[in-house]
């Protein structure tokens, strides 16, 4: 299963591929090079839908508990000042995608979505600790009764060069429900209400809609 913001890159992928096997088959009478160039421009269609696979979760919603928005890996715990919401202390939580993980975004809570912003910006590789507030960014914020109000940020990494957000301001969001698309390499940033039980560790592997990130 692929996400529908892949199909135009999937099509694209294949049409490419599909021509360059035909006219290198045709045209190229050097055995090694023609399998090798077929062979190259096969595995970068693989590599394309192995970017945009979409794998259906089941999630059971839990009040209580805030779930991961993202695959990827755990790389920041910490106490920070958050400036552009809140403007006072959170904990930030973030998790770093490679090219290689699932760039589904799930909501990780349910409740009603009070914030959502688009910003412009750099491309820093997404580890960067300026990447939160430099790079291309979409900030949501979510709010229910039992945490109050979650911000996540999907932040653009050094490949990235489009984030898709579907959170806009009034919406009534599912906990696990798809939530947008960051393409080619990225991060997402969690900040919860001080005194949250974190639940998971530094270099944790997380899974979207799936790994309980925090408790209440």
Do not use: C
Request: glycine share 8%.
């Amino acid at each position: 299963m692929f996400h529908k913001e892949g199909a135009q890159s999937i099509l694209i992928g294949t049409v490419f591929t599909a021509i360059v096997l035909l006219l290198s088959d045709k045209f190229i009478e050097t055995y090694w090079i023609q399998k090798s160039i077929q062979i190259a421009t096969f595995g970068l269609l693989i590599i394309i839908l192995q970017f945009f696979r979409n794998p259906k979760r089941d999630v059971i919603v839990n009040e209580n508990q805030i779930l991961a928005p993202v695959d990827g890996k755990v790389v920041v715990i910490e106490e920070v000042y958050e400036g552009e919401f809140f403007k006072d202390k959170r904990i930030q939580v973030s998790i770093f995608m490679s090219p290689l993980n699932v760039h589904v975004t799930r909501y990780g809570l349910s409740g009603i979505v009070k914030f959502s912003k688009y910003h412009p910006g750099k491309f820093l590789v997404a580890w960067h600790p300026k990447a939160s507030e430099e790079n291309e960014r979409t900030t949501i914020v979510v709010e229910n009764q039992n945490f109050g109000a979650i911000l996540y940020r999907q932040i653009a990494g050094a490949l990235a060069r489009r984030i898709v957000n579907y959170a806009q301001e009034g919406m009534q969001v599912i906990q696990g429900e798809d939530a947008g698309f960051i393409k080619f390499g990225s991060r997402v940033d969690l900040f919860l209400p001080i005194g949250t039980n974190v639940n998971v560790a530094l270099n944790q592997k997380a899974i979207g809609g799936k790994t309980i990130i925090a408790t209440k």
